[in-house]
């Protein structure tokens, strides 16, 4: 059982690929089949055989559209030309999950694994091969221990849920992971996982203490039984390489009791250019208790009527009182004209909120939301600089940006903690020397791929603009920001050398542990994605 066996793979190909040539009344027998026997394999591998029936959705079942779509979060990936999964499982137990790998290698069937469903190009939820779904939303205990300072969370629970869990036993204790609430924990902590308190307190990463996975054999490993290496991978490697992690165990941070935000908006005839080329002189050099953002949109002029502009926003935590803050950026940043009455000082967790973009009016527990809000569709690319760009070069990306008329970039200032973390502590490589990450993101409402077809190439023209300015040999990226225009691995012949394409973007030179890793837990390559790491050719 061990072993995957190449030949049901065949079969279940060849059936599929027979699909369109047959009729729909013909079709859905093959289909049901392969539900039947999926159905079997499970009853067979569970300690609760009669419990299966309540976790498999086949096509054809009433429920297969709603909870598909339910942690499908951009529309780009949802569209009636959209490959579907043949099966969706919704594991409730972690007999069921080792089941579901089982199974699925055995019957020959490619697994995607969703938790929160943020990815960017939805690779956990769409394949062009045939494919099942395992579904980790029904994992969302989050067991929160103020004594010992730890949690253990499970990956199909929300950032949102694990800041009000620990906020429910603790006004003091928080945990630096991303501003989203809705984004699921598999895919960020697998991934890195970065927010507003990464310059004091690092990534998520840098605070996992123990992890529970099931590996391609369906064994169920925590730290020690998993080895220093795989340990290693699953904190910033991208977990679907290598497994099924069903939870991390987190050391909880010390937050004060007030915190202050501010937001800051300056166009370009308010000379937002000079701001946001002093911004790179502070953000990422400032005191590690202040996070302060920029983000950069295309506006129509209040001024110039009919006439485009960028607005530089200037978001910012402070990990301490607004006086404090007030008297450190007027020092640092002076053009930024920072008042007191322009901050808020309120707890942690409204922080947490004002930062998710909730209105004032909702209640806290809008928190534990995992719909708050509307899936449109959206393209976003990452990069990383190193140097400041010249004020000339800034001017001239403004003005492109102006020209383009709807991709916006967020500068996410890195330094302080980012400084000290070593580039091979973790698989995530973009520590010390590395001033801020770029993101660029468009998004858009209207159907129809005319529009997709010109946003998707102003974004790319964008980051073509960005070349000279940011980091190269290799153009770094960020795996939880993920770019399929970056690279692809089709599972062919040559899965070694399209995996080194976008993994030394992502990983740089942390790419051959990774790939060592791999080949020992996953020689047979079953974990493959569209940007799996790959297995060393010679082995696979
Ligand atoms: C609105 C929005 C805001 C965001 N904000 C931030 C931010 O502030 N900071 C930041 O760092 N990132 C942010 N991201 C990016 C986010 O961290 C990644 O998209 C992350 O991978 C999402 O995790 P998920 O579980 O929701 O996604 P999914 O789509 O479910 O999974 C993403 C990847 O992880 C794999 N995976 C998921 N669960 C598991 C598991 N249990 N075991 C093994 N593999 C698994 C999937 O197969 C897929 O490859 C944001 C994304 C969105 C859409
Ligand atoms: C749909 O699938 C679910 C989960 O397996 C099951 O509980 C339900 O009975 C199915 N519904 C129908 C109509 O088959
Ligand atoms: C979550 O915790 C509850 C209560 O302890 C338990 O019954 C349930 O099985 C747990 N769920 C998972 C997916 O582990
Ligand atoms: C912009 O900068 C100029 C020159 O430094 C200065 O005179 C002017 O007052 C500034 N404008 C704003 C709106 O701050």
Redesign the pocket.
């Known amino acids: 059982m061990d072993k995957s066996n190449p030949l049901p793979f065949l079969s279940v190909m060849i059936i599929l690929l027979l699909l369109p040539h047959v009729s729909n009344s013909q079709a859905a027998p093959s289909r049901d089949s392969i539900f039947v026997t999926f159905l079997q394999c499970l009853k067979s591998h569970t300690t609760q055989p009669d419990q299966v029936s309540n976790i498999v959705y086949a096509q054809t079942n009433a429920s297969y559209t709603s909870i598909f779509e339910a942690f499908v979060r951009n529309a780009r990936f949802n569209t009636p030309s959209t490959t579907k999964p043949l099966l969706i499982v919704t ?4 007999n069921q999950v080792q089941a579901t790998i089982v199974c699925s290698k055995t019957i020959g069937l490619h697994l995607k694994i969703r938790s929160g469903g943020h990815d960017f190009e939805g690779i956990s939820y769409i394949s062009e091969v045939p494919f099942v779904i395992l579904d980790m939303f ?4 989050i067991t929160v221990d103020i004594q010992n300072e730890i949690a253990v969370i ?1 990956t ?1 629970a929300s950032l949102g849920q694990v800041y009000y869990r620990i906020w429910e036993k603790s006004k003091v204790h928080g945990f630096p992971a991303g501003v989203c609430s809705t984004v699921g924990v598999g895919g960020h902590l697998s991934g890195g996982g970065y927010g507003n308190m990464m310059r004091k307190f690092g990534l998520s990463i840098d605070n996992v203490v123990d992890a529970k996975i099931v590996d391609v054999n369906g064994r169920v490993l925590d730290k020690n039984s998993m080895g220093e290496d795989l340990f290693w991978a699953i904190r910033g490697g991208g977990g679907a390489s290598f497994g099924v992690i ?1 939870s991390y165990t987190v050391k909880l941070v010390s937050v004060p009791e007030k915190v202050a935000v501010f937001q800051v908006d300056k166009t370009l005839d308010q000379n937002a250019t000079d701001l946001v080329f002093q911004w790179q002189q502070v953000a990422p050099h400032t005191d590690d208790r202040l996070f302060m953002r920029l983000v950069l949109q295309p506006v129509s002029s209040k001024t110039l009527k009919g006439q485009k502009t960028i607005r530089a926003s200037f978001q910012a935590l402070f990990l301490g009182g607004a006086d404090e803050l007030v008297t450190l950026l007027e020092k640092e940043f002076p053009l930024l004209g920072l008042k007191k009455e322009t901050c808020k000082e309120m707890s942690w967790i409204e922080s947490v909120f004002w930062w998710a973009n909730f209105n004032d009016g909702s209640s806290l527990n809008a928190l534990l939301e995992r719909n708050h809000y509307k899936v449109h569709s959206s393209k976003r690319k990452s990069d990383y600089v190193q140097s400041p760009i010249p004020k000339d070069g800034l001017k001239w990306i403004l003005k492109k940006m102006v020209e383009l008329g709807k991709v916006e970039l967020v500068f996410n200032p890195y330094g302080g903690k980012m400084n000290e973390v070593a580039f091979d502590a973790t698989p995530f490589p973009h520590r010390a020397g590395y001033l801020y990450k770029i993101q660029y993101t468009v998004s858009w409402e209207e159907k129809g791929d005319d529009v997709e077809k010109s946003l998707l190439s102003q974004i790319r023209m964008l980051y073509s603009y960005m070349t000279p300015f940011v980091s190269k040999n290799p153009r770094s990226a960020y795996v939880n920001y993920r770019d399929l225009d970056i690279g692809i691995n089709r599972h062919g012949k040559d899965d070694y050398n399209d995996g080194v394409v976008y993994s030394i973007k992502y990983f740089n030179k942390n790419f051959e542990r990774l790939v060592n890793v791999k080949t020992k837990v996953d020689p047979e390559n079953f974990f493959w994605n569209e940007q799996s790491i790959p297995t060393l050719p010679n082995k696979a």
């Open positions: 594991p409730l137990h972690e029904n994992f969302q205990n499970q199909g069903l």
